[in-house]
Each structure stands twice: as C-alpha cells, then as structure tokens.
C-alpha cells in the first residue's frame, strides 16, 4: 500500500495520541485523530494541541492547514487503526480498561480484510488477545482478515515527538504474520530499532520497563529517609555510589507520580498477587515517601510557629508530576499542595511555570498561584517539590529569614 494514500484512525488524542497523529500526518499519511471530548477535538481541528509538548503545537497547525490531520469524535474508514486511551486503575487498584474496549467496539463495523489494528495502551497481559475475541465477537467475518498487535510506547514528556521517531520499539502480534506486518508500519517512521515478539511478550514488556524503574526509585526514596536519620546528604552519597561502574542508583524526590510508573507495577500485581511482594513493596514506599514530605513541612511549620508565634507563608514550587512538563497526573507534588491548603488555609503560595491555571483540584482551595519572583518576597519557609529549570537558583530572599525545604537536591550544593 502506498504510506502517502494510507489512512490512519488514531483513537485518543491525549499525551501519546495526539503527537502520534500528528507525526503520522507530517510523514504523509492523512491521519484522522478521534477523541471523546469534544473541546479536545475542537481544538485540534483549529490548529492547536492542548496539551504542553515540545513543538507538537507547530506540526498540529501544519498538519490541520494541509488537510492531512482532522479531528472527530468518533471514528472513520481507515486502513490502519491505533488505540491510544487511558487505562487507569480503579479504587481496588485494578485496571480499568472500559477505555479500550470502547475504542474497539466503536472501530468495529469499519474494519475490513487486510486493516492493521494496534494497541499502544499500557495494558495487562492478555488484553490484546482478549480484544481479538471482543472484535470477533462483533465480527465473526473478520478472523485472519486482519492484522493485530500490540506495540506500547516508551517516550519521555517534554521529548515525545523525538523518541516516537528515535527510540526502538517492541511490536508483539497475535500471529508472526501480524508482527510482520505491523513491523512493517512502524518501519515506515520509526528510526530506532523494531523488535518482533508476541503480544503477550509486549505486554509484558511495558510492564516491565516502568516496574523496573518503580522499584529503583523506591530504593532512592528509601535511602533518602535514613540518609535524613543519619544527618547524611543523599545527594552526595548517590552521586558517590553511583562512581562504582556497575551502580546506577536514582534520584529521591516526594514519591512517583505519572501515568506509567505509579500505576504500572499494579497491572503486573493483579494478575499475580502472591509472586510480587517487591513490587507491592516498592509501591509501599513510594507512597508513603509523599507523607514523609508532608511530616518533614509540618515539622517545619511547627518549629516556625513555636518561634515566631505565627503560621508561615508556605511557598510550594511545582506541582507537576516531573520536571519541566505541564502534566499533573498522579502527582506527589500536587498531592502534598491540596493536603496543606487544607491544614494552613490562605498560606499556601503555589509556583508552577509550565501552567497558566492551577489544576481544578486546586482552584476552590485557599491558594495563591504566584511567581518565583513574588513567592521569594512573600515565603517565610520554601519548599522545591519539583525540579523545574526555572528553580535552578534558590529564590531566598537576603532581607529576611527562610527556611528551605529541597526535596529534589536541586540546591544541595548551593
């Protein structure tokens, strides 16, 4: 088939499937992007991406202004189809895949023999086999007509429209000739290396990836709580340790947040609660490292208090789930901000550079969304949550007493 006469329905235009859309659209494919949420949609056909990525703003506006990118709320005829949506966890931490099973069941009735369809969400294992059955269902013409896989992303925030194109992929059919066939595609754009598996494999495999770095953390985390005990400076000794060739240990900071590392260990831990203690472990500490942070700000509250007779002026800089992003899913950070607006209401100051608007989880609260500049003047104690390149130097103001709380190490050397 020639790539600039196929068409590709990409179902989700969130933090993944917009900028793929997007791509696709500037390697000449006509890509028609689907999304539920019709202000998202709006958005797209007017040129513009709604959410925080590097350049992904320019080729949305190019990619609508030739035609080759439009937006709707359900989907078209297309040649290939990729599922991009969320799958959250629910309230008993089980994945909630309704999501997916949307985005098959409303592609249903356009597939035809020789389509491509691709799951890209993060996923349990077995979930690509178990849409085939949910598709053949609907569908009893459909078995072998069609070519099915599973390829999870693996892209960083703030460089996803580079890693789409450079990292290596893994592509897992449901038979070798799907893999090869869906190979084929991601060849088609993808500079890095593609990888042939099965679809359980590739499950698996994102699975993996994000578990591993989960527990990793949990051990920085961990780490930094006795390295506190000790009156020893965590940031020095990880960078010491990590002089040893074959040790790599990561950063601390006030948890995991995210949509992939905090909640991919439990897709693995729902499938086999008894063979994950050190998974289930790692979530543990994660977790609770977020209310260590907390019992470290309160301390310093309280010693405030106890001096000065008075509540201070908490200024929190960032609530993002990571550095230099607009994306506050499953953040620490935001977590810790909405626990203290609501144990020292009207003192909370909030620096976030990368948004224009405090999170709704915010904007009833008794907080003040300043800048760096005001937070310095106005903040009897400064706590750095995230590590934002606009946070590189210590905003202390010399005119008057602050305590600094660096939960990042940003400033452990200043």
Known sequence: MNQRHQTICVIGLGYIGLPTAALLASRGYQVIGVDTNQAVVDSANAGNAHIAETDLDILVRAAVATGSLVART??????????????PLNADKSPDLTAVEAAFDSIAPHLKQGDLVILESTCPVGTTDAMVERLNSQRPDLPRKIHVAYCPERVLPGQILKELVENDRVVGGITPACTQKVLDFYQSFVKGECF??????????????NSFRDVNIAFANELSIICDQQGIDVW????????HPRVNVLQPGCGVGGHCI???PWFIVNQAPESTQLLQAARAVNDSKTQWVLQKIHNAVADYQKTLGALPKIACLGITF???????RESPALEIVANLAEKYSNQILVVEPNLKLLPTTLQNKPIQHVSLDQASHKADLLVLLVDHKEFKNPPINSHKKQTVLDFKGLWSTQ
């Open 74 to 87: 359900k989907p078209e005829p297309a040649d290939v189809y990729i599922v991009a949506v969320p799958t």
């Open 196 to 209: 042939p598996t099965d679809s359980k494999t590739a499950e698996l495999c994102k699975l993996t990836e």
């Open 236 to 243: 020095q000794l990880i960078k010491l340790a990590n002089r």
């Open 262 to 264: 905090a909640i991919d």
């Open 322 to 328: 990571k550095a230099n992003i607009d994306d506050v």
